[in-house]
C-alpha cells in the first residue's frame, strides 16, 4: 500500500542521509511533496527563529520556484521587445542585488547552453534579455530562447544562490557575512535538469555532490 505525500516526507525528515533521492513520473506528486516537507520542517506558525532574521530551515527549488519568471513579448505587432522578467522575492534580491552574482549566472548558464547565448540582466534585476552572435561579429538582439534554456537560466540562479549559502555556512557564525541562513537544515531540489544533456546532466550532478560534500 503506497505512502501518503505527508509520510513520505516524515520519511524523508526521518532518514539520517546527507542525500537522498527520489525517482518517480510526471504527475504523482514530486512537486506537492516539495511543498508538504517545508511546511512538515518550516510550519509559519511553529518556525523557532524571528521571521525576519531569517529565511527558514528549508531551500527549496520547484515549479513555484519557476513561476517567478515570466515572459514580456513586448509589443505584438513587431514583437521586437521580448523580455523574460522577474518576480522579485527574498531569494532573488538577495543572490541578484546584495551578492551581485549575475555574472556568474550567466557563466553557468552559458556552459549548460551555448556560449553564444547570452543573457543581460537590467539594472534592477527584474528583467533578462537574451541576444545571440551571428555571423560577421554581429548579433541578435531581443530574442525569445526555448523553453529548455529558460529553465537552465532559473536552475542557474538557483544554483549560484545555493553556492553562495554554502560559503556563507562554511564560516564559523561569529565570522558570517549574514545570519539569514543560520537555520537552514534543508535543500530540497524537484526536477531541474530535465532539459539539459546527458553530458551535462553528469556535470551538474557532480557539481552538486561536491557542493554537498564540501558543505556542513
Known amino acids: 500500500m503506497g505512502q501518503s505525500l505527508i509520510e513520505i516526507a516524515q520519511t524523508l525528515k526521518d532518514a539520517n542521509k546527507k542525500v537522498q533521492l527520489i525517482y518517480a513520473f510526471n504527475g504523482v506528486g514530486k512537486t506537492r511533496l516539495s511543498g508538504e516537507f517545508k511546511k512538515l520542517i518550516d510550519p509559519k506558525k511553529a518556525i523557532e527563529e524571528p521571521q525576519e532574521e531569517s529565511y527558514g530551515k528549508v531551500l527549496y527549488y520547484n515549479a513555484f520556484t519557476e513561476d517567478l519568471f515570466y515572459w514580456d513579448n513586448g509589443d505584438l505587432d513587431d514583437?521586437?521587445?521580448?523580455?523574460?522578467?522577474?518576480?522579485?522575492?527574498?531569494?532573488?534580491?538577495?543572490?541578484?542585488?546584495?551578492?551581485?552574482?549575475?555574472?556568474?549566472?550567466?557563466?553557468?548558464?552559458?556552459?549548460?547552453?551555448?556560449?553564444?547565448?547570452t543573457p543581460r540582466f537590467n539594472d534592477q534585476y527584474n528583467e533578462v534579455t537574451f541576444s545571440i552572435a551571428g555571423g560577421n561579429e554581429a548579433s541578435i538582439d531581443n530574442i525569445k530562447i526555448s523553453k529548455g534554456e529558460e529553465s537552465n537560466l532559473i536552475w542557474c540562479v538557483f544554483y549560484s544562490l545555493l553556492n553562495q549559502v554554502v560559503e556563507v555556512l562554511s564560516t564559523s557564525p561569529d565570522e558570517r557575512a549574514t545570519n539569514l541562513f543560520n537555520y537552514l537544515k534543508y535543500v530540497f531540489i524537484d526536477d531541474p535538469v530535465s532539459s539539459l544533456d546527458d553530458n551535462h546532466l553528469i556535470e551538474l550532478a557532480v557539481n552538486l555532490a561536491k557542493l554537498i560534500k564540501d558543505s556542513h
Open 79 to 117: 514583437n521586437s521587445n521580448k523580455r523574460l522578467k522577474i518576480r522579485p522575492n527574498k531569494f532573488t534580491n538577495w543572490i541578484l542585488q546584495d551578492q551581485g552574482q549575475d555574472h556568474n549566472i550567466i557563466t553557468h548558464f552559458q556552459r549548460y547552453t551555448s556560449d553564444k547565448l
